[in-house]
């Protein structure tokens, strides 16, 4: 009976701490797309920000690489009792109200200079930018992991809890 | 009665009220040990809900975002815990993120699969909460303190309760014998005192019955005594009488006459020894003390002595003239050995020989003695009657034929001189009285006094006679003015100072027992008013003489013969006047 259970637990705990190099792409991206929402979680914003209509503003600025996965991952999630709306945006331009920006692409740079002092959490992707948000994605050991930088989310005016610097592969404190 | 019953009570109830008082105690120690056990468990349960709700926060990010890693750092947190026994994490499906698990009992097993906690361990499942939404479960175990560790905790409080309850229970009966010993001795010492009291009674009573048997022995003595003497004052008052009857006749010739007189001289004589010898029982006899010579005493008496023995008893007497003299008075003397005498001739009914020696006494530490020992060859006597001879009225005559008196009086002028009477006797060998005095410093031997009824010529003397026998000082006064003499009587010695005051008498003659001043007072107040009047005192028995002495005036011991008393007026009136 053990035996079983313990060769059944070995077969459950290869299968997810291996998952398969073929499907990686698209894992990843699901994954950061769950990220994206969780995010908010850990994070205070200014009380001044967040009063678009109660709800969160995720926005992707620049290239979308998740289509709807993201969609899929922000449904049902709540933080504080608000619900998350999507807001695709080809630049900084309209990005005043956003709560999280996702910001992808060749402008990357540009994005992040414009948003500096917004009360906005940047996130960028290792694998397309070499430019940091405050969260900056990173695959590590093939799972997906992230930087924190806190001294610019300082900037930002934002306060990260601790909870999430612990789950970072490093943090930034200035 | 009431304490008994009441301490029986104490008895019974104190055993059961020790044994309540354990039981409390016990069942305190068990609530204790209960109270203790649920306040251990709750403290513990809160200790790991707290642990659990603390992992569960510090976990959520981990878990929210599915990182093992930071979920396994959180659990390995609990290694540090040896009573952890399992920590897990799980996700929003059950599956497991991270877990400690040192017995490895869980090894990979889903929420939904966990593995019942055993008896030994307490199992918290808690949410993970993350933004109000669950995702994921905590699953902690602690194990339980090992029975035997429990078991060992609380057999060392039992024993404690045990050890307590058992002290209680030892103290208390230590306590309830104690009290009962207690009472016991009580009981006891009450039946002892109960049982005192009436040994007390009983000796009481054994008292009174002795005192009243030495009563009646008393009474039976004293009709013996007044038998004896009424007997033989009978026969000298007979021969008093009827020589008195006949001398009244007229026609009696002289010389039947002086014979008749002499008889009643004879019979008073012999009635004044039997008087001394009642005072020499009574130890109130004035006694006369002089040097006396015992061989001349007893050589003068053999003569006396054949006389009283009879022809049927010899008499032989055993000298030993280097015998110191003694000072004792003659007159008991010569009376003691003629008692024994008359024992010892009573003793020999067939006749026998009595002998009389007198020889220095083997003395021991003590004062050099002389005895003289008076052996008869008679009878003898079984040792009780020989330890009873000098009871006073112990005889072994018919009632009325003897006084029982004579040997007391052998006895008592013996030790009332400072002697002893030792007796020697068996039945059938006879018996051997030897009287023991003590020898006098002084080796001068007075000369006996010679019994000379001439009554001395005198000049004619003023004398004042104190009697309060009316009779006995008319007789007095009768007998002086017969000698020419001048009388005045006084009936008191308070009259006889008031006459002495106012007359110049040449001598005094007083009785000295009188009520009111006696003779002594009298005599005492007169050497001190007329220290120049002489004063002759007459007594037939004085306690305060024989106790205190007259002070060196002359006694004229009752019945006086005319001759004693004449002398004496003439010794004190020849005095006053040289």
């Not at chain 2, 005895?371 to 060859?377: C, E, F, K, N, V």
Request: glycine share 8%; net charge negative.
């Amino acid at each position: 009976m053990r035996r079983a259970a313990l060769s059944f637990a070995a077969a459950v705990a290869a299968a997810w701490l291996a998952p398969a190099p073929a499907r990686a792409d698209v894992s990843d991206l699901a994954v950061k797309a769950a990220f994206l929402p969780k995010f908010a979680r850990y994070v205070t914003w200014p009380a001044s920000a967040l009063a678009h209509n109660g709800q969160m503003v995720l926005c992707v600025i620049g290239d979308d690489p998740f289509g709807t996965m993201l969609n899929q991952s922000v449904t049902g999630q709540q933080v504080d009792g608000r619900g998350f709306v999507i807001r695709r945006l080809s630049s900084a331009a309209g990005a005043s109200d956003c709560a999280i920006a996702f910001v992808d692409g060749p402008r990357t740079g540009e994005v992040l200079a414009a948003l500096r002092h917004n009360p906005v959490l940047t996130v960028t992707d290792s694998r397309s930018s070499a430019q940091h948000g405050i969260i900056h994605f990173a695959i590590v050991g093939g799972r997906v992991r992230f930087y924190i930088d806190e001294a610019q989310a300082q900037a930002h005016g934002l306060v990260i809890s601790s909870r999430l610097l612990a789950l970072a592969i490093g943090v930034n404190q200035g | 009665m009431r304490t008994f019953r009441k301490s029986l009570l104490e008895w019974r109830s104190a055993p059961a009220m020790i044994f309540v008082v354990a039981v409390l105690i016990l069942a305190g120690c068990i609530a204790i040990i209960f109270q203790n056990e649920a306040t251990f468990r709750a403290g513990r349960d809160r200790q790991a809900q707290v642990a659990a709700q603390v992992l569960a926060d510090s976990v959520s990010a981990a878990v929210d975002f599915g990182d093992p890693l930071a979920a396994r750092q959180a659990v390995d947190a609990f290694r540090e815990n040896p009573e952890v026994r399992y920590v897990g994490v799980y996700d929003r499906a059950g599956r497991p993120l991270a877990a400690y698990d040192p017995l490895g009992d869980h090894r990979g097993e889903t929420l939904a699969h966990l593995m019942p906690e055993g008896p030994s361990g307490y199992r918290v499942l808690l949410p993970i909460v993350s933004a109000g939404q669950r995702i994921g479960t905590i699953v902690y175990s602690v194990q339980r303190e090992a029975v035997s560790r429990r078991l060992t905790r609380y057999l060392t409080l039992g024993a404690l309760a045990l050890l307590a309850a058992l002290v209680i229970v030892t103290l208390g009966l230590a306590q309830t014998a104690l009290h009962r010993a207690n009472r016991e001795l009580s009981e006891r010492a009450e039946a002892l005192g109960q049982a005192n009291e009436l040994l007390a009674e009983q000796i009481e009573e054994r008292a009174k019955a002795e005192e009243q048997l030495r009563q009646s022995h008393k009474m039976q003595a004293l009709g013996q005594l007044t038998g004896g003497i009424a007997h033989d004052f009978n026969n000298l008052l007979t021969v008093i009488q009827g020589s008195a009857d006949i001398l009244t006749r007229e026609e009696l010739a002289d010389d039947r006459r002086k014979r008749f007189a002499n008889a009643i001289v004879q019979a008073a004589q012999n009635a004044a020894v039997l008087t001394s010898q009642l005072l020499a029982f009574a130890r109130r006899q004035p006694l006369k003390p002089e040097i006396v010579d015992l061989c001349e005493l007893v050589g003068g008496m053999t003569e006396l002595l054949d006389r009283t023995m009879g022809e049927r008893i010899r008499i032989e007497t055993d000298l030993d003239r280097a015998t110191p003299p003694v000072k004792v008075d003659r007159g008991q003397l010569q009376s003691a050995i003629l008692n024994v005498g008359s024992n010892a001739r009573d003793a020999m009914p067939d006749g026998g020989t009595l002998r009389i020696a007198v020889s220095p006494a083997p003395s021991g530490a003590g004062e050099p003695m002389a005895a003289i020992s008076i052996s008869d060859t008679g009878t003898g006597m079984d040792p009780e009657t020989a330890s009873r001879i000098f009871e006073p009225f112990f005889t072994t005559k018919k009632t009325g034929k003897g006084t029982g008196l004579g040997l007391s009086q052998v006895y008592g002028f013996a030790t009332q001189s400072g002697g002893d009477v030792v007796v020697d006797s068996e039945p059938g060998k006879g018996t051997t009285v030897s009287i023991l005095l003590p020898c006098s410093e002084s080796s001068i031997v007075a000369q006996p006094v010679a019994e000379d009824d001439a009554v001395p010529d005198q000049p004619r003397a003023d004398i004042l006679v104190v009697e309060d026998n009316e009779e006995v000082g008319q007789f007095a006064e009768t007998l002086l003015t017969e000698l020419g003499h001048s009388v005045t009587l006084a009936t008191s010695g308070e009259e006889a100072l008031e006459l002495a005051r106012g007359h110049d008498f040449d001598v005094v003659f007083s009785d000295v027992v009188m009520p009111g001043m006696g003779g002594l007072r009298l005599a005492e107040q007169l050497a001190a008013e007329k220290p120049e009047l002489p004063v002759i005192l007459a007594t037939g028995y004085s306690q305060e003489i024989a106790q205190s002495g007259s002070g060196g005036r002359p006694v004229i011991l009752k019945p006086y013969r005319l001759a004693t008393l004449s002398q004496a007026l003439a010794d004190a009136i020849s005095a006053k006047d040289h």
